[in-house]
């Protein structure tokens, strides 16, 4: 290092699978010294070569920097693995898959050992990992302190997106996109079954979907203003009642395709109810009041 360099923070990481080992190939690639801990320890062989350093455990990765990253296969899965490492006056970034509620709770087990803890929930797959042009990003939340002290570093693999104290924020935005894409696959998948052996090119249907669902997702910010106002019968266009008559010719079409409507159903449901309810008159947000009915 010469008097014009700088020397990166380290960075310990803990799990190895394609996640973990992209973000460790971007941290080393932008010069930040990684200390490595797999628990199947040949995992470690492949980034040692790249210029990593690997612990023999845990605990031992833990003692080698400040900022500790756990990306391991669940909640519990990290909790094994630190449950023998000094946190004392570490700060634990946990990007592995959890629930909110869990986020708060390995928050709370954090401070009760002395560290400060933020939850992150990656939105990337590992390819999109130090590929900017790709949109990759992680959802962050928990200590703010921690957060802005180490916000240059966690920046390297994907861009970050601060969402609060609240340590289950992050997940909860995390599960909440996740649960979003989830249901467009579902679409996807009907409207696929329903043509594929129809007299349809498979490739320019692709196109017309891929722009009808693109158009689609201009009704989002619609649906944020009826949530905040209360009044879910403003600027409607096709209302309730509309939908629900609609409903059926969807229905009938799969069946004459031979389609399970299993996909369908659920919704069409809760879109029924809502119109059971006097909802005739406004778009399909009252759903969500049904939805959220359930939780209580």
């Known amino acids: 290092m010469t008097e014009h360099t700088i020397e990166k923070p380290r960075v310990s990481l803990l799990g190895l699978g394609d996640m973990g080992s992209a973000f460790a190939r971007a941290w080393l ?39 500790v990253v756990t990306v391991l296969l669940d909640d519990a899965s990290v909790g094994a693995a630190l449950a023998d490492a000094d946190l004392n006056g570490k700060d634990l970034v946990n990007v592995t898959t959890s629930t909110p509620d869990e986020a708060r709770a390995r928050a709370r087990w954090a401070d009760a050992r002395g560290a400060r803890f933020v939850s992150g929930g ?76 129809a007299d349809v090119d498979l490739g320019s249907f692709s196109d017309l979907l891929s722009g009808w669902l693109t158009a689609m997702t201009a009704t989002v910010p619609g649906t944020v203003e009826h949530l905040e106002s209360g009044d879910y019968t403003t600027g409607v266009v096709s209302n ?41 008159d406004e778009d399909a947000t009252g759903v969500i009041d049904l939805l959220s009915d359930a939780r209580r």
Do not use: K
């Open 29 to 67: 690639a932008a010069g930040h010294p990684v200390t490595v801990w797999n628990r199947t320890a040949s995992r470690t062989e492949p980034l040692a070569g790249e210029g990593a350093d690997v612990a023999a455990t845990a605990a031992e990765a833990v003692a080698a920097s400040d900022l």
């Open 122 to 197: 990656i939105m990337a797959v590992p390819t999109m990992v130090a590929v900017p042009e790709t949109g990759g990003y992680v959802f962050y939340s928990g200590s703010r302190e921690a957060f802005d002290r180490h916000e240059g570093t966690l920046s390297v693999p994907l861009a970050t997106a601060y969402t609060g104290e609240d340590a289950g924020l992050a997940a909860l935005n995390d599960i909440a996109l996740l649960s979003a894409m989830t249901g467009m696959f579902a679409g996807v998948a009907h409207a696929f079954a329903l043509v594929r052996d």
């Open 240 to 280: 309730l009642a509309m939908m629900v008559r609609g409903n059926a010719t969807l229905l009938r079409t799969a069946e004459e395709r031979g389609v399970s409507t299993e996909l369908l159903r659920p919704y069409m449901r809760l879109m029924e109810l809502r119109l059971a309810q006097g909802g005739a």
